[in-house]
């Protein structure tokens, strides 16, 4: 597009660079980096002053994006933290997670032109705004009000309470073993009457504590699984599910959304070890795995589509299509007025030396 005589490019991706592509014509499949980099040399070459690239990718990928220099401005997302670099020449930003923060960035741009040559100069300002101090749009506030007293009705009805503290905080439950990971996952494999359960931290969202005694809501569940996942069933060779465990870990002693909270399974690990081969044992229930026996596990639908690394789950036997499998938050809510009441703290069910 054009802008007051400069000509902008704009392009995105969000995918996870592990997933398949069922259709090579679906641009959802395309490898995150690598279409960034296809997308905006083309928009270069077709002659655009400035690029800016906007995707969900790790920060590890908007690096190779920002070192490639085929961008001016990267706006990203995945790694949840609020973050600006700007070395003179690229800048990246990312801004927190469910808008707690929202950078606005002023540009500058001065195109020249000389002896047939274009030259763009550029500057931003960054406006890191925190939305705690935002004042609400009076009328917006209105209609959001309205929905807000319809949707309490139901969603503020207890369905259980916890004896145990439970911490979904990001730092928690994307670097061990967390008391709701447990939870979650003992209501999946509850649920799907599986031999284990997979999920991983950072699809846990809440970002708070439940202080013993705390009243669970339905709210208090949404909240915490925001995104609509499904509960999937697969069937998986033990080979596999430990290759699984490994992606899990291989991130430590970082965050790492992928980190597994499990049921059914005991995990001893060493982060000192190199990726890939960190796993020291795995139990399933009381018996050690085997490579070569086929589990069931109950797992959610981003790491069964392949998410964060989980291949091996991409690859499984779905029981049931995506489609056809529950609402994963719906399980969890059921669970939770089975029980009553939460009293399973975390259990060593991962034990990192």
Known sequence: MTVGGMRIGLTGATYDDSARASDPEDLRFLPTVAAMKEQAGMLRQEGADFVVVVTHASRAQGYEIFDSRVADLVLTGHTHDLFINYDGRTAMVESSYDAHYVTAIDVAIDVKEADGRRMVTWWP??????????????EVAAVVATFEQQLSRELDTPIGSTAIELDSRTATVRTGEAAIGDLIADAMRWSAQTDAAVTNG???????????????????????????????TIDISGREL?????????????????????????????PRRPAGHRVVSIKVGDTPLEAGKTYSVATNDFLARGGDGYTGFRDANKVLHVSDSPLLANEVMDYIEHVGTVRAAADRRIVVK
């Open 202 to 232: 950072g699809g846990i969202r809440g970002g708070r504590v439940y202080p013993p005694g705390a009243t669970i809501t339905r709210r208090d569940i949404l909240a915490e699984l925001p995104f609509g996942n499904r509960l999937v």
């Open 125 to 138: 300002q960054f406006r890191v705004i925190d939305t705690a101090t935002v004042a609400p749009d009076p």
């Open 242 to 270: 430990e290759a699984a465990i490994e992606n899990g870990l291989s991130q430590l002693p970082n965050a790492f959304g992928g980190f597994p909270q499990v049921s059914g399974l005991t995990i001893e690990a060493d």
